[in-house]
């Protein structure tokens, strides 16, 4: 959690939302890692989750990720959880807990869905107020100015 933590300050520094992603293998090996890149690319599609599980098959040169954990600073949204499914994520790590966009513990929870052919073991609530935090923190400046 810690690399996606660093990720998600970097992501905040350029003026993105503070949203860090990892990806390891089975033996804790970093494949990839990510931040938000939305503003940047003005793609919102650019989450950290999404980009780090691109980049992590990528560097695997398969289709799958089934002995990965996706390890991230917040809850994951439908697209991202969507991609977590297709990609058969063996286990998601997450920080803050997301009521208004997360789809895996709100809204859709997409993982328990009879339509959903894969669900990873969920791991929610690490570092959680270290990972809320950073967003308030974000957010809070943005109103502010």
């Known amino acids: 959690m810690q690399l996606a933590l660093d990720a998600a300050r970097r992501a905040a520094l350029a003026g993105e939302v503070p949203v860090g992603a990892v990806v390891t293998d089975a033996a804790g ?3 990839a890692m990510a931040a938000n890149q939305v503003e940047a690319g003005q793609n919102p599609t650019s989450h950290a ?3 780090a ?5 990528a560097a695997r040169g398969s289709k799958y990720l089934a002995d990965c ?3 991230v600073t917040l809850e994951p949204c439908a697209f991202c959880a969507g ?3 297709a990609l058969r994520v063996g286990k998601l790590v997450f920080g803050a807990y997301d009521p208004k966009t997360g789809a ?3 809204g859709p929870r997409l993982f328990t869905q009879a339509t959903t052919h894969h ?3 969920v791991i929610g609530g690490v570092r ?3 990972s809320a935090a950073l967003l308030r923190e974000f957010f809070e400046t943005r109103r502010d100015a």
Do not use: C, G, N
């Not at 599980?53 to 098959?57: D, G, I």
């Open 49 to 51: 989750e999404f980009l």
């Open 128 to 130: 959680e107020q270290e």
């Open 69 to 71: 954990t996706l390890t």
């Open 29 to 31: 090996a970093v494949l």
């Open 53 to 57: 599980l691109s980049a992590a098959r």
């Open 119 to 121: 669900k990873p073991e």
């Open 104 to 106: 895996v513990e709100h």
């Open 83 to 85: 991609a977590i499914a």
